[in-house]
């Protein structure tokens, strides 16, 4: 159904099948040392909940473009994003993060959060990054001026600091 686990619908678990699944199958699979997670939109909702959930699978992350507003929503009603979409209870990015600010590595993942300065998305990217700030969370933030909520838009102007990104943190060979 999506990246999503949602507790109420039948075969609904997809970030189960990411996680234990698609990641160990690929690492089976694949000569891979290293994965680096990476989303935009909704990608990026999933991408924080997961990187949050599973920092010891990544070497960096990269959310970008996140509905973080979506998200604060889903905290503020007990999991309810809407009458038809319910997350189990404390299963968004800003209750995730407060549980993640609890590990003794919450220093070890790199976190790079991007969005376009005119995206819709951008004020609550913006207010995310203060929260992450607010719980010792360290994390980088790029802006992409000018750019609306596009990832090949940001891709365009940006893309050669997001592959950087991730490129430093991957061992030497």
């Not at 199958?25 to 891979?32: C, G, L, P, S």
């Not at 800003?94 to 919450?106: F, H, I």
């Not at 995310?128 to 609306?148: C, M, N, R, T, V």
Request: charged share 25%.
């Amino acid at each position: 159904m999506s990246w999503y686990n949602y507790p109420q619908k039948e075969n609904a678990a997809g970030e189960d099948v990411f996680v234990k699944e698609l990641i160990p199958h690929i690492e089976k699979t694949y000569r891979t040392r290293e994965l680096a997670i990476e989303g935009f939109s909704q990608g990026g909702r999933g991408t924080t909940r997961i990187m949050l959930k599973y920092p010891e699978l990544f070497v960096s992350a990269a959310p970008g473009g996140s509905g973080y507003g979506p998200e604060k929503h889903i905290q503020e009603n007990e999991g309810s994003e809407s009458e038809n979409v319910v997350f189990a209870k404390g299963y968004n990015t800003w209750d995730l993060a407060e549980s993640y600010a609890k590990r003794d590595d919450k220093t070890r993942l790199p976190i790079l959060l991007w969005v376009g300065t005119k995206g819709f998305n951008y004020e609550f990217n913006l207010k995310y990054s203060e929260f992450l700030k607010s719980l010792g969370i360290p994390h980088d933030f790029l802006e992409a001026p000018e750019i609306e909520h596009s990832a090949a838009g940001i891709y365009e102007i940006k893309g050669d600091e997001l592959m950087g990104f991730h490129q430093k943190h991957f061992a030497k060979p």
